[in-house]
């Protein structure tokens, strides 16, 4: 049987050895000492239970995440629904608004909030309405920033509401929200609501327990069919050759008959010994670090505890230097009850009760330009040479939802299942990916 290294035990990685069992002799090799990548729960015990609290990956709706939806079922593990739902709060005014707001009518919005509310609603209702017609007939070929000016849109829907959902969802700066494919932002409310990732207007679900438990079952069904994970074990060089691929680590150098590597782009080129110029152009992906903190200090949350939901997003300062940060209320996303507040903030810009941090982390997240989003509609074919490396992360679109659906967990699925298919054509197996 033949030999394939994966290389990263994210989502792709563990799609690609998924695909690959029973087919060929998997090795898995995972720096950090626990695999998932963006499936990190942190457990921790609460009233005499455990809760496992998702710190990256968190939810998913199963009109739009098809694959991971079958992949849960394949697995056999337990998922439960959740209400979604958003609040928008701003720091420096305290002005907050939530999503079931954009549930009233117009005369309800005029008696309950200030006219530039009423503006950015009316806005908001626009965008929704029209936008999905622009991204059909490709009228929204452009940047984020260019099309919210052509088509009118006020400095208040922009900072009150499209780069508060936007920054959230691809863990960007504010200021390089602009940059992005307006295609790319209207496809992520096509699919995940009219309000993004706080809506109710789509179907949202969870693992129950926490996205590590959908790891431990795909890794005892990877290692009950002889399959070899090994974590804390990174990965130095993977060089190809006439005969194979050899990947080296601390501990020396495997040989394999094909490898993929399931890292970052820029990792995976990283690691390469010599990225042929097709593979190259992978480094049209850029990436940014997002700081996430797993804690319980009520004060990033609005004044109001009634406006708390599950998923809510913030910003400070004026519209040409502000800070934009969402916050993860993990009680109402995994949808338990405690004595206790657990929160998920990412990149918050201000003091934590250092006694009320439980954990955090440092999350890299692909940034997508206009020369990524362009790079997609070929992106898959680096897989198709004669290379036996083959390339798989989120970064690769979903190729059954189409180019602008990239960076999610589907897309990062769909990628090692793709790459796994292109494993076998190499080595002329047929299977029934």
Request: contains cysteine; aromatic residues 12%; charged residues 20%.
């Amino acid at each position: 049987m033949a030999k394939v290294a994966v290389i990263g035990a994210g989502i792709a990685g563990i799609s690609a050895a998924y695909h690959l069992r029973g087919h060929a002799e998997v090795t898995v090799f995972e720096k950090e000492a626990v695999a998932g990548g963006h499936a990190n729960s942190v457990e921790v015990t609460d009233a005499g239970r455990t809760l496992g609290l998702d710190t990256a990956f968190i939810v998913y709706n199963e009109p739009h995440y098809q694959k991971i939806t079958q992949f849960f079922a394949d697995l056999g593990v337990a998922c439960q629904a959740h209400p979604g739902r958003f609040s928008f709060h701003n720091a420096d005014t305290r002005v907050c608004y939530v999503s079931d707001d954009f549930e009233l009518d117009e005369a309800a919005i005029r008696a309950k909030y200030p006219a530039d509310f009423v503006q950015l609603w009316a806005e908001a209702e626009r965008f929704y309405t029209e936008s999905p017609g622009h991204f059909i007939r490709k009228q929204a070929e452009m940047s984020l920033g260019d099309y919210l000016t052509a088509n009118g849109y006020s400095d208040t829907f922009r900072y009150g509401f499209i780069v508060l959902v936007a920054t959230a969802a691809w863990s960007v700066p504010a200021d390089r929200i602009w940059d992005m494919p307006a295609a790319t932002v209207i496809a992520f409310f096509l699919g995940h609501g009219r309000e993004g990732l706080g809506g109710r207007t789509a179907p949202w679900r969870t693992v129950t327990g926490g996205s590590i438990n959908y790891v431990r079952a795909a890794l005892e069904r990877l290692r009950a069919a002889g399959h070899e994970i090994k974590l804390g074990t990174a990965v130095e060089r993977v060089a190809e050759d006439a005969s194979g691929v050899a990947v080296t680590t601390a501990a020396g150098t495997e040989h394999f008959d094909e490898a993929i590597i399931a890292l970052h782009a820029d990792d995976a080129l990283n690691v390469l010994a010599a990225p042929t110029d097709p593979q190259r152009a992978l480094e049209a992906i850029q990436y940014n670090t997002t700081r996430a903190a797993l804690h319980t200090d009520t004060a990033c949350m609005p004044l109001d505890r009634e406006k708390w939901r599950s998923w809510n997003y913030a910003r400070s300062g004026s519209n040409d230097d502000m800070s934009t940060w969402v916050v993860y209320y993990l009680n109402s996303l995994h949808d338990f009850t405690s004595e206790t507040d657990y929160f998920l903030t990412l990149d918050y810009p201000f003091d934590i009760d250092p006694e009320r941090i439980i954990r955090e982390f440092d999350y890299r997240h692909p940034v997508f330009t206009t020369a990524a989003r362009a790079l997609q509609s070929t992106i898959h074919s680096i897989n198709a040479g004669d290379s036996r490396v083959k390339f798989a992360g989120s970064y690769f679109h979903s190729r059954k939802m189409g180019i602008d659906i990239v960076g999610s967990h589907e897309s990062g699925f769909d990628s090692g299942t793709a790459a796994a298919d292109a494993v076998l054509r190499s080595l002329s197996i047929d299977s029934a990916l």
